[in-house]
Each structure stands twice: as C-alpha cells, then as structure tokens.
C-alpha cells in the first residue's frame, strides 16, 4: 500500500480516537491517527482534551487539594497535628504536568508498538475518503482509507458576556492552570466541571462562589443522591446559587464582577477569576470539505446512527462530537465498536448503561435510571438504600458520610439503576455496572458474599434493603 493510503484514517487522538486507532491496528488495519492538540509546550501531545486539560489533570489536582484539605480540616480527629501547612501551588501544578505527560508520552509509545501513523495538523475531511492534513509545518498532504473515522472532540461553550481571556474569565484549561490560590473564584456553572474544579480550588482557600441557571441542584442524579451532595458541599463552604441567571461579567480594577438574578432579585458579586463551564459543544470546524455527504445537527455534533455510521459510506463519528454524554470512557467504548464492526466484527455499545462519575467530596456515581425517571416512564419499581454511616470500613476511615441505592423491577426485581455518594463509590459503581449488564437483580447482589469490613458491603447492603432485609439497620 502507498505511504498514503490506509485501511483507516482516524481525525482526532482523545480516548475515543486513539482507542478506536490502536483496535483497528490490533484488528490488523493499517491505521493512521492525526491530531491537531498542542501541549503547554506548544509541541504536539496525544490524548486529547481529557488526558490534557480534562480528566487526568482534573483528578491530579482533585488528589492534591484533597491531601491538604485533609491535613488542615480532618488529621486532627487522628491526632495528628501539622504546624502551618502551607500549599506551593508551582509543585502541584507541575506534579500534574508530569502526570499529564506521562500519559500521553504512553499514548505515542502505543502507536509506536501498535505500528500507527501518527500525523500532527489538522485534518479535513474530503470528497471519497480523502483526509487533507495540513502540519504544524505548513506541510499539506492528502491521505486516503477505506474508512474515515471523526473523532474531533468538543470545546468549552463561551458565554457572550463573558469571554474567555484566560486572565480573568478562565476556562477548564485556565483553570486547571493557575499560579496561585484565586482568594475568590467565581464559577458559572454547577455542572461536572464547575464542582470539580470549584472543589480543587475551595480546598486550597479560595472562597467559591457557582451560579447555575437551573433552579435544582445536580438535576442529572437521583434526587436522593443530589440532596446529599449538596448539603456535604454547603459545609465545605461552596456558595452555590440556584435559579440564577447571569447577565453580565465586567473586568474592574483587576477583578470581575459578576451580575446575576435569581428570586429574590439582582445581584453582584466580584471575584478575582472566573470559570465558565456551562458545558461544552461539538467540534467540527473546518473539520468537513465539499460534498462530503456528512450531516451535522443544530447542536454541531456529526450526526450518526446507533453504530456511529454518518450513512456515508466508510464514514463514522464517535465521541464529544456525537450525540449521547460527553464521558471519555463512552468515547472509548465507541472506538472500539466501530473498529470491531469494520473488521466485520461485531460491535455494540449499551447506550442504557453507561456510569457517570463526579470526582468531588463525597464522590458521586450513578448508572441507568433514577427514580424519576422510572415515575415518568411509569416503570413499577421499589428502591433500598444504605447509609456509608452504618458501615464499620467507612467509619474506620472517618469517611462516614453518603448512601448507597438501588432501583429495582417491582415485578421482576431486575435492577434499573445505581445510585451512590460517598467514599471511592468511583470505584464501587464498577460493580453494580456489571450487575445491570449481567441483567442482574437485587437478588443476585443480596446473594453476593462482600468482604469484610469493605466499602462495597454497603453495595450489598442496599441490595438486601430493596426487600428491606437490611442486616445493620432498620427496615
Ligand atoms: P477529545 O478528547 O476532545 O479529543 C479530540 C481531539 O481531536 C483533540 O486532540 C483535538 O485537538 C483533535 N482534533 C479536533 N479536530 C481536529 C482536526 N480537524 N484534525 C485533527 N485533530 C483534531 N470524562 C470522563 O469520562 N471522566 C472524567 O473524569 C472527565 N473529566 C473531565 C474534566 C474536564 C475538566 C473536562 C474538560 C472534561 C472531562 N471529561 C471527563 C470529558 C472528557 O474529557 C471527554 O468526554 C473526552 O475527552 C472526549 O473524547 P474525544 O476523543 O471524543 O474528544
Ligand atoms: P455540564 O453540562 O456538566 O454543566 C454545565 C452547567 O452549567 C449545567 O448545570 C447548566 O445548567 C449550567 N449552565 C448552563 N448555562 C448557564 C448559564 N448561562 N448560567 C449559569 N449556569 C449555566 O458541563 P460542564 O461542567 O461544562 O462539563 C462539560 C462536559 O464535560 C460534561 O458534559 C461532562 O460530561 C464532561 N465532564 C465529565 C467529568 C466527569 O465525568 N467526572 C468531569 C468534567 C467534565
């Protein structure tokens, strides 16, 4: 085959292209991957916005303020005291930077043994296949496959009155990025990014302030699971505001101050910083030539099926840039069907079970329903929950605070969703995922031996409450 000539031409190197690229390589594809994403250092760097301004840095710096907050608010119950620990916000960030680098250093090493072609420019999508890259370079080449795979990502939503100059109005990547300790942090936004990046920075000493436009809190979780977080959040001293619509953001004597209104009327409040995440929107600029046959959606995002097919044909979108959550293991997953099913395996993505996962204190994670939306959808269905405060793992770690619960089949007992927050529940929403695609019901979990003490008998627990059995509390 000539140098420019693939099996498969993969735009985009985040966890859902570089995935999808290294199983088509594994498939025995002859795979190029381009990538458009410049690091810190101006140089190129693989991974894409979750490995470099996104998930990994997110939760090495969610690591750090974690260590302080605990040292200056928690290591005194143990006895331990600290005199006048001090945070050097240089060192956390560049241990972040190396953590970052290491791992999308990992991603190049990867190609290398998986024998892809990387290419760093832009690519742009042509008439029959055809891939336009245009180098960092100036160099501009056209490459061709049998099959196109977008995979561009998204980009942080700018608000009109509030645009980013990465000084004082400052997106996921400015703020992953500070120098100092903001003494106020304004964030709009009370989503993911807003309580994660809002928590780092609260740990640390800033006072932060969230507004959000929507009058409930979290309103993606369970309602139970929602009330929790937010009242844990409140005592932290997150100033979070509800039902408040911002109008303005005006940059005075080195600060912004921030117009918002919510019920009780007009209000002003004046930060050092201000974070904007109020979501992100697909990336498809320049993204597709003439003719291509390509659909996009008002919303920018590459239209596809449930296979990721665009319905032209050798052409597939998968990740931020499609429909469905903007998570980086949905993007994951995706790659690896489209992969599967162009090396006419196949390939499948349960779009039902998908696990969310807030990285804050207490954690957050869920997967399938809530129980509002079973009461809209008029599903009979019963719930049991269990309390981290009755479980002696959680306890002994001073981390007692949070539930657990599940909604099962009122008839079939199938379970319908997992709720959690509370300590590492990042890690135990793992096993009720695998119990909802096992088909699994509250049963089969009630029935499961759990170790002990573990955080993961609370699983079990909320498992036994669903029929209200519960052993280490009242039914
Ligand atoms: P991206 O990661 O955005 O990658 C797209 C890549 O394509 C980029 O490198 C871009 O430069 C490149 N590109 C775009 N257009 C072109 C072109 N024309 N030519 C060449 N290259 C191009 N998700 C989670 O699941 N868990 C988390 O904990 C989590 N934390 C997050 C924290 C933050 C602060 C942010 C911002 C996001 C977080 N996310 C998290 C979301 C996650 O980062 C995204 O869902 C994920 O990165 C999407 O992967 P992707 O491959 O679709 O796109
Ligand atoms: P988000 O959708 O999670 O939250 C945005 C919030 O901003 C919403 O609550 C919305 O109501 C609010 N909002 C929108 N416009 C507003 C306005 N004008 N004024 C006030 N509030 C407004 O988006 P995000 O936090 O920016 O994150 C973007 C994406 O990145 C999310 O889809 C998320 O899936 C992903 N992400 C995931 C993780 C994780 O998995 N742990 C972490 C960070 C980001």
Known sequence: ???????????????????????????????????AFKGKDGK????????????????????SSKQFWNLTQHFDVHGITAKDPKIDVKTMVGRKDKVVKQLTGGVG???KTNKITPFFGTGKLLKGNQVEVSGFDGSKQTLEAANVIIASGSVPIELPFAKFDNKYIIDNAGALDLDAVPKRLGVIGAGVIGLELGSVWRRLGAEVTVIEALPDFLGMADADI???????????????????????AEIKKGAVEVTYADKDGEHTVTVDKLLVAVGRRAFTEGLLGDGTGVKVDPRGRVEVDEH????????????????????????????VMVAELIAG???????????????????????GKTEQQCKDEGIPYKTGSFPFAANGRALAINEGVGLVKIIAHAETDRILGVHMVGPEVSELIAEGVVAMEFKGSSEDLARIIHAHPT???VVHEAALAVDKRSIHKAN
């Open 1 to 35: 085959m000539a140098d420019n000539k693939f099996d498969v031409i993969v735009i985009g190197a985040g966890p859902a292209g570089y995935v999808c690229a290294i199983r088509c390589a594994q498939l025995g594809l002859k795979t190029a991957c381009i990538d």
């Open 44 to 63: 190129q760097a693989l991974g894409g916005t979750c490995l470099n301004v996104g998930c990994i840095p997110s939760k090495a710096l969610l690591d």
């Open 109 to 111: 090493m990867l190609f």
């Open 226 to 248: 929602a009330k929790t977080a937010a009242r844990e959040f409140k005592k932290q001293g997150l100033d979070i505001h509800l039902g408040a619509k911002v109008s303005k």
């Open 308 to 335: 990721c097919w665009t319905g032209v044909d050798g052409v597939w979108a998968i990740g931020d840039c499609v429909r469905g959550p903007m998570l980086a293991h949905k993007g994951e997953e995706e790659g």
């Open 345 to 367: 395996r196949a390939g499948h993505v349960d779009y039902d079970v998908i696990p969310s996962v807030v990285y804050t204190e207490p954690e957050i994670a869920w997967a």
């Open 455 to 457: 955080l993961s008998e």
